[in-house]
C-alpha cells in the first residue's frame, strides 16, 4: 500500500489543480452535487459523531452506492442485510435492517477514516483512493474513483473486486 509521502502528496496537488470535467458531463457533474446538497444535513449528522468531513463521506456514498440511502456506503449491498461483498458481513454488531447513518459510521470506521486527519486536498484523495483500493495505481492508471468525468482518467476500471476490464473510458472518448 501505498504511503503519502512527499511524492505522492505532490501527484494529487497537481491532478486536482489541472482536472477538468470532460465535455458533456458538466450536467451529470451537477446534479451529483445536488443530490448531495439537498441530503448535507443527513451527511453532517455522521460526519459529527465520525470526524470524517461530510463532504468526503457524500463522496464515498456517491461512488458506493449512488446516494443511495438503502444501501450499506461500504460498498452499496443492500441495508436489509450485513454486506456481502467485500467487506462481508458489515457492520458487526445490531440486526438488519440497519439504518444508513448506523452502516456509515462502521465503514467510515473500519477503512480507519475516523483516525485519519490529514483533511487537506492530498490526504483526502489519498484516503479515497484508499477506500476504494489501490489497483488502478498498481496498473499505473488514475483511478476512476477520482478521476472519471476528467481528462485525468483515460481507461480500466474494476467492474467488481479483483476484477479488471482494461477497456476505454466513455468519458475520456476523443470528441470530434
Do not use: C
Not at 18 to 28: L, T
Not at 129 to 147: H, K, V
Amino acid at each position: 500500500m501505498p504511503q503519502l509521502d512527499a511524492k505522492l502528496r505532490k501527484e494529487y496537488e497537481g491532478l486536482y489543480k489541472s482536472m477538468k470535467v470532460n465535455p458533456g458531463r458538466e450536467a451529470a457533474v451537477k446534479k451529483i452535487a445536488n443530490d448531495i446538497t439537498k441530503n448535507q444535513a443527513r451527511y453532517e449528522a455522521v460526519a459529527a459523531s465520525t470526524k470524517v468531513p461530510w463532504q468526503v463521506i457524500a463522496v464515498i456514498h456517491n461512488m458506493e452506492a449512488s446516494l443511495n440511502f438503502n444501501k450499506h456506503l461500504h460498498n452499496g449491498d443492500p441495508l436489509s442485510a450485513r454486506t456481502v461483498q467485500v467487506p462481508k458481513g458489515r457492520p458487526l454488531t445490531g440486526q438488519p435492517p440497519f439504518t444508513w447513518e448506523f452502516s456509515a459510521a462502521d465503514a467510515l470506521a473500519f477503512d480507519k477514516l475516523t483516525t485519519w486527519t490529514d483533511w487537506s486536498i492530498a490526504g483526502t484523495l489519498f484516503k479515497l483512493e484508499g477506500f476504494n483500493g489501490f489497483g488502478s495505481r498498481n496498473r499505473g492508471i488514475n483511478t476512476p474513483y477520482l478521476w472519471s468525468f476528467s481528462q485525468h482518467y483515460t481507461k480500466g476500471k474494476f467492474v467488481r473486486d479483483g476484477v479488471w476490464i482494461p477497456m476505454p473510458s466513455p468519458s475520456s472518448a476523443v470528441r470530434p
